[in-house]
């Protein structure tokens, strides 16, 4: 059974920085494309930042290019999102999702960990 567990959360002033964590179990993580998206209150769960399976290559939306950086370790079956330069806008619920490179969604989700940014 695939299972992703989202973790690395907090509360953190503006300017400030978190790593976020994903533990996968069940799958090989070095098959999986593997993303990272968000949800704030009221609005739609938007992308975040995507990693290809080797980890060669990465895409980041807009609004977090240049502060946020996805990574992953393969044999730990770990991917990570560094975050820095925290804004407020960034407060949302964030979710890690794997999904093979053929699919065109994501195929599963973890539960997801609260990140919340303070002026």
């Known amino acids: 059974q695939v299972q992703l567990v989202d973790s690395g959360g907090g509360l953190v002033q503006a300017g400030g920085s978190l790593r976020l964590s994903c533990a996968a179990s069940?799958?090989?993580?070095?098959?999986?494309?593997m993303g990272w998206f968000r949800q704030a209150p009221g609005k739609e769960r938007e992308f975040v930042a995507h990693?290809?399976?080797?980890?060669?290559?990465?895409y980041y939306a807009d609004s977090v290019k240049g502060r946020f950086t996805i990574s992953r370790d393969n044999a730990k079956n770990t991917v990570y999102l560094q975050m820095n330069s925290l804004k407020p806008e960034d407060t949302a619920v964030y979710y890690c999702?794997?999904?093979?490179?053929?699919?065109?969604?994501?195929?599963?989700w973890g539960q997801g960990t609260q990140v919340t940014v303070s002026s």
């Open positions: 069940g799958l090989t993580l070095s098959a999986y494309v």
């Open positions: 999702a794997a999904k093979r490179a053929y699919q065109q969604g994501y195929a599963y």
């Open positions: 990693t290809t399976n080797s980890g060669s290559n990465t």
